[in-house]
């Protein structure tokens, strides 16, 4: 403390005075001028003030902050307060070494500056702090927010609870739940929802958020991080219906496919049909005659004409009579033929006179088909089973 004669001669200080200025009382009261302790830009001022102080006290304030200098010549911050003693031309003043505290705040602000300077600059990404209250108001939020909704910043700064306002219908009240939920157990918020910009226009968020405490682990704050991630869900969305596409057009293909099959059996088996009526036909139509022929007292010539057309017969219908073989490879052509003559109701002596052999030959034929094809001492017409075999 100082008190300072009218006249700015310093005329008591006290130990702590000693302390802030590095001068002995002894060489300071009554001999030093309280401005020789002031930096020059602050002079001035403070010279008006203790002018004012003396003969218009309101306009002077009655604390300020200044700078001085002390005898080893560093600059210290000081907080001043300065009061008149009553009934004299004397003012009584006190000073707080506030250095440190500035240095503080300083370094605050500068730590402030940049960590607003790198979180305003995450692109598509806000940070935001809220109130721990019922409406979790917006104490806080990095300016990327007024882009991604299509707001101003004086907008926000008249109504923080815009991001409230800007939840989707269809998210809001569970979102607006989970932040109460979050409030009363201190647990993590991890949210993915839709807000609805000022222009209309649908995006999604991603919200990671939780609560701050303190060294005694009381809750101050919701500390969190908005993520712009309709891109993200765009792509999801396009994957989602390309999938569907697929999918569609999977089941069309799997039912063109299995339409083919249908047709192409039904080809087969028409194929096998017209194969069986063509060698039927032959057999039936045209064989017998041949057989006839034969016998019919033909001389050399037509003897020769007769077996080149049945060998020629015989080469066109033989892709016909594998095929319907196929299923008892183990008959040799001669029981192919006879189980072909069967089949198309030929009886033991017909087929003897149309094959040139013997009813035992026939016989024989007759019972090793029946064996080969698992019908021996069965009671199975051997006609109908040839008719009814698979193809």
């Known amino acids: 403390m100082f008190i300072i004669e009218d006249d700015t001669t310093i005329s008591l200080m006290n130990g702590k005075c000693e302390e802030l200025t590095g001068y002995e009382k002894k060489n300071v009261e009554g001999k030093k ?11 001035e001022r403070l010279r008006e003030y203790h ?9 002077v304030p009655k604390s300020y902050e200044t700078r ?5 010549g560093n600059v210290k911050d000081i907080f001043v307060t300065v009061a008149m003693i009553p009934r004299t031309k004397k003012s009584i003043a006190s000073l707080l ?28 990404t806000v940070i935001y702090v809220a109130a721990l209250d019922e409406s979790s108001t917006t104490l806080y939020i990095s300016p990327q927010i007024m882009q991604i909704l299509g707001y101003s910043q004086e907008e926000y700064k008249d109504d923080p609870d815009i991001w409230a306002k800007c939840l989707h219908p269809y998210d809001k009240a569970r979102v607006m739940a989970k932040v109460a939920q979050c409030h009363m157990t201190g647990e993590k918020f991890c949210e993915e929802y839709r807000m609805v910009r000022r222009d209309g226009q649908t995006i999604w968020f991603y919200d990671h958020a939780q609560i701050v405490k303190d060294a005694q682990g009381s809750p101050l704050f919701l500390l969190g991080i908005n993520c712009d991630i309709t891109a993200r869900k765009q792509t999801e969305q396009s994957l989602r219906e ?6 569609i057009q999977t089941k069309n293909l799997e039912e063109m496919n299995a339409a083919l099959s249908v047709l192409l059996k039904k080809r087969e088996a028409d194929k096998t049909e017209l194969e069986e009526k063509v060698l039927f036909n032959i057999n039936q139509l045209v064989e017998p005659y041949i057989a006839k022929l034969n016998q019919s007292g033909l001389d050399e010539r037509q003897k020769a004409l007769a ?23 183990n008959m040799t052509p001669k029981e192919i033929e006879v189980a072909n003559l069967i089949k198309q109701g030929k009886a033991t002596k017909e087929i003897s006179e149309i094959l040139g052999s013997s009813e035992k030959v026939i016989a024989f034929h007759r019972q090793n088909i029946r064996k080969k094809l698992g019908l021996l001492n069965k009671k199975v017409n051997l006609k109908s089973y040839l008719i009814s075999k698979p193809k």
């Open 33 to 43: 001028s309280w401005t020789e302790f002031i930096i020059r830009e602050e002079l």
């Open 51 to 59: 002018l004012l102080r003396r003969t218009q006290p309101d306009r």
């Open 68 to 72: 001085m200098i002390d005898k080893q």
């Open 97 to 124: 070494d506030i250095t440190a505290r500035k240095a503080a705040q300083k370094a605050l602000e500068q730590s402030e500056a940049k960590f607003r300077a790198l979180v305003e600059q995450i692109p598509d």
């Open 242 to 247: 390309r999938e569907r596409e697929l999918e």
């Open 307 to 329: 077996i080149i057309i049945e060998s020629n017969l015989k080469e066109i219908t033989s892709s016909f009579a594998f095929t319907l073989s196929t299923p008892h490879m």
